[in-house]
């Protein structure tokens, strides 16, 4: 199992930008594809992005397509995910998550990922 501890988060005007990071240690990082989901107040956890285990292929929510990038550095065992053009629907507190290895890539649900990190918070003020 591996273990996720996501950093970046913070309070950012509309129209702005943040980097979040997701740091992994434990089980071999680049044996998973991982996942951003975000879960908003009295709202269920969605689905953000993915990433595959090389880094190459990636699929977004439409939500956040165009506006938000993610990748990953297999050897920093470290996940990123880029925001930019924020906007205050995108306020919620922010998990990365690896895909469990019996589940097939591209998946969006939340129950096929594991090894949830405690996640961090992103505000956008309108």
């Known amino acids: 199992q591996v273990q996720l501890v996501e950093s970046g988060g913070g309070l950012v005007q509309a129209g702005g930008s943040l980097r979040l990071s997701c740091a992994a240690s434990?089980?071999?990082?680049?044996?998973?594809?991982m996942g951003w989901f975000r879960q908003a107040p009295g709202k269920e956890r969605e689905f953000v992005a993915a990433i595959n285990w090389r880094g190459i292929i990636t699929y977004y929510a439409d939500s956040v397509k165009g506006r938000f990038t993610i990748s990953r550095d297999n050897a920093k065992n470290t996940v990123y995910l880029q925001m930019n053009r924020l906007k205050p629907e995108d306020t919620a507190v922010y998990h990365c998550?690896?895909?469990?290895?019996?589940?097939?890539?591209?998946?969006?649900?939340?129950?096929?990922?594991?090894?949830w990190g405690q996640g961090t918070q992103v505000t956008v003020s309108s």
């Open positions: 998550a690896a895909l469990r290895t019996s589940i097939k890539f591209g998946t969006k649900r939340a129950s096929d990922f594991g090894s």
């Open positions: 434990g089980r071999t990082f680049s044996d998973y594809a």
